[in-house]
């Protein structure tokens, strides 16, 4: 239910806000956290907070995130 608003800030063009929005994406423990945090590794302002984020979802969705990852590359 929140993980949409908080997808809305990465694109709100202040790099900082944006990294508060990855880290809670990663605190969320939501599914739906992932695809968002894929996409913000092509940020290069926040590539580094999506990637610990996405770390912290892989501990309890370890299946999803590494499909959204391969799917990233193919």
């Known amino acids: 239910r929140f993980v949409a608003p908080l997808t809305?800030?990465?694109d709100a063009?202040?790099?900082e806000l944006g990294?508060?929005?990855v880290r809670a994406l990663g605190r969320s423990a939501s599914e739906?956290?992932?695809g968002p945090l894929?996409?913000?590794l092509e940020d290069d302002s926040l590539a580094a907070a999506a990637s610990r984020a996405?770390?912290?979802l892989?501990?309890?969705h370890p299946v999803a995130?590494?499909?959204a990852l391969a799917a990233r590359i193919t």
């Open 19 to 21: 990294e508060v929005a």
């Open 65 to 67: 995130v590494r499909a």
């Open 54 to 56: 996405l770390v912290q």
């Open 32 to 34: 739906a956290a992932i």
């Open 8 to 10: 809305g800030l990465l």
């Open 38 to 40: 894929v996409g913000a």
């Open 58 to 60: 892989a501990q309890i």
């Open 13 to 15: 063009g202040e790099p």
